[in-house]
């Protein structure tokens, strides 16, 4: 009797310590998972990005679609003002560190259920130099947890992969790690988070400005930026086609005119810093042989989607950095040269719905003249 009990006492405590902390990672949701509002700031909620982009972009439904990396992530604010009511909801599916392949990817899983009614797709010259002749990934563990395979069939591990999710965003070591750290760090100045709408405001950002000012944090990007395009070949993008990054944006526009989806396609504002640092790594010609390359692929789409290039030179992009050891100054348009406020995204947003008045943008077609890309060139 006393082995019995003592394992029904084992088995009844191993219950109560699940359901409690079941219970508090439905409450502190640090993944969006449940949508609760009890805790809206979620620092740990990265941890989990795609899961936390997919579940809700479904729940959203959203009529506009942004996709990209973390430069439209942190950049286009789905919420702004700016946007016109009858394109709302918008969502930003934008992934850090992710390429076209995704943003493909997600466009098929969220047209399963209810295709947008556009999409805002930002190309990246870095994506297309650093690996210009890769072939399609292999099917990684994300993709599980979408709604169709790459084929547009229904996904048959879809539901094992919510069950694992499930468990995983509410009985690991993991998610009461991230619950605690949900429930502790509230702050709503500087703290981590990812809004309903898939928003990243970079927070955190502020805390950097200023701890090292907006020139340290240049200087480190800038650093990094010139590490990685060293010794880069610099390709002629003739054969748009003999690049794997073109041959996915032709199977977006492809998709999208399928489905009759507006597409807006945009070139970051890079700032100049970061241009210059293309130019002196002798890539000045590639970059404007991609633009060139892109102008082909939108001329030859079914759809006649639209181009925008927020690169071309301006003030926006040349806004000047402040000097080194002024921790107090906040640029107005830039966290560092790689990523962009979403004070210039209001800009931008402007220019993608063509407000009256909206100035910063050029919209590229094969008739659109020599760029200039650097303050040199101005």
Not at 33 to 48: E, G, N, R, T, V
Not at 71 to 88: K, M, Q, T
């Amino acid at each position: 009797m006393k082995a019995r009990a003592y394992i029904a006492w084992m088995l009844s405590s191993g219950i109560v310590i699940a359901a409690a902390c079941a219970g508090v990672a439905m409450v502190a949701d640090p993944y969006r998972l449940f949508d609760s509002p009890a805790f809206p700031i979620k620092p740990a909620i990265y941890h989990q990005a795609v899961l936390a982009k997919t579940v809700q972009m479904e729940r959203t439904r959203p009529r506009t679609l942004l996709l990209g990396n973390s430069r439209i992530e942190v950049g286009l604010d789905p919420e702004s003002d700016a946007w016109p009511a009858s394109w709302r909801p918008v969502f930003n599916g934008a992934l850090a560190g992710r390429d076209l392949f995704t943003a493909y990817r997600l466009l098929q899983h969220v047209s399963a259920t209810e295709p947008p009614q556009r999409i805002i797709v930002a190309v990246d010259v870095q994506d297309f130099i650093a690996a210009p002749m890769t072939g399609m990934p292999p099917p990684g563990p994300d993709e599980r947890r979408l709604l169709v395979t790459r084929e547009g069939e229904p996904n048959p591990v879809r539901r094992w992969q919510q069950a694992r999710d499930l468990l995983s965003a509410t009985l690991t070591l993991d998610a009461l790690r991230d619950s605690v750290l949900t429930m502790l760090w509230q702050d709503r100045e500087t703290g981590i988070t990812m809004t309903r709408a898939g928003f990243n405001p970079l927070r955190e950002y502020i805390r950097h400005v200023r701890t090292v000012g907006h020139h340290g944090l240049f200087t480190q990007k800038l650093t990094a930026y010139v590490r990685q395009y060293a010794g880069r070949p610099g390709p002629d993008f003739a054969d748009p086609d003999a690049y794997q990054d073109f041959r996915t944006l032709r199977a977006i526009l492809d998709f999208a005119a399928r489905h009759r989806i507006e597409v807006v396609l945009l070139i970051h504002p890079y700032h100049a810093d970061y241009l210059d640092v293309i130019r002196d790594a002798g890539l000045r010609d590639s970059f404007l042989a991609w633009k060139r390359a892109l102008i082909r692929v939108v001329n030859e789409s079914p759809a006649g989607e639209r181009l925008i290039d927020f690169s071309q030179d301006s003030d926006y992009i040349r806004e000047p950095v402040p000097p080194k050891g002024d921790m107090q100054t906040d640029m107005r348009w830039y966290w560092e040269p790689g990523h962009y406020k979403a004070a210039l995204g209001e800009l931008m947003i402007a220019r993608i719905a063509r407000a009256q008045g909206a100035n910063f943008g050029m919209e590229l077609n094969g008739a659109t003249p020599m760029f200039r890309m650097s303050r040199e060139e101005h």
